[in-house]
Nanobody, 122 residues
């Protein structure tokens, strides 16, 4: 069973930075798309940023120019560098993987991480 393990959340002041990390727990052959979603209290889960296996990226308008998504060399990790954080960025951030294939030839349509809390407050 493949799992996504997230780290890097926490409390930060407005204007500060955080870096989220997410790694797949099994031997991965390929993950087509990895991304980050977030859900604030009382709101729907929304896409923050996504990156394809080839490196194409997509960002929510609200984070363009402040957040950067990247993948590790092994392509089974994804990072979200968050700069110039605002109070409205406060949410639980979820790692997401789409179309996963493992070395042992298992496949999954999508997997979610457990979520990591980011709180932006003074």
């Amino acid at each position: 069973q493949v799992q996504l393990v997230e780290s890097g959340g926490g409390l930060v002041q407005p204007g500060g930075s955080l870096r989220l990390s997410c790694a797949a727990s099994a031997d991965i052959f390929r993950i087509n798309v990895m991304g980050w979603y977030r859900q604030a209290p009382g709101k729907r889960r929304e896409l923050v940023a996504a990156i394809t296996y080839g490196g194409n990226t997509n960002y929510a308008d609200s984070v363009k120019g402040r957040f950067t998504i990247s993948r590790g060399n092994a392509r089974n990790t994804v990072y979200l560098q968050m700069n110039s954080l605002k109070s409205e960025d406060t949410a639980v951030y979820y790692c997401h993987a789409n179309n996963i294939a493992t070395v042992s030839e298992d496949s999954y349509l999508e997997i979610w991480g457990q979520g990591t809390l980011v709180t932006v407050s003074s």
